[in-house]
């Protein structure tokens, strides 16, 4: 059973860092594409990162500037840093795997300004 748990949001003043964590399990998380979305209230949910396999990273519009998506095979995790946080970048923040289309329950990250 394919199975997505992301940790590490919270509350962070404007300008902040936090490191989201997405813990996989149920398949051969080395050989498919994870990615990382988000949610604010009240829009629709979007792409924010993702990384292929090959470690390949892909990012939206200019988040590439203050977010980073990087994969540890041997822990089985993808995680997303972001930095310079806006209160515009709070979200619920989700993990997916990109071939199932299997999404994790999602972790609240909240920026105040």
């Known amino acids: 059973q394919v199975q997505l748990v992301e940790s590490g949001g919270g509350l962070v003043q404007a300008g902040g860092s936090l490191r989201l964590s997405c813990a996989a399990s149920g398949f051969i998380f080395s050989h498919f594409e994870m990615a990382w979305y988000r949610q604010a209230p009240g829009k629709q949910r979007e792409l924010v990162a993702a990384?292929?396999?090959?470690?390949?990273?892909n990012y939206a519009g200019s988040l590439k500037d203050r977010f980073s998506i990087s994969r540890d095979n041997n822990k089985n995790t993808v995680y997303l840093q972001m930095n310079s946080l806006k209160p515009e970048d709070t979200a619920v923040y989700y993990c997916?795997?990109?071939?199932?289309?299997?999404w994790g329950r999602g972790t609240q990250v909240t920026v105040s300004s």
């Open positions: 997916k795997e990109m071939s199932r289309g299997t």
């Open positions: 990384i292929t396999a090959a470690n390949i990273a």
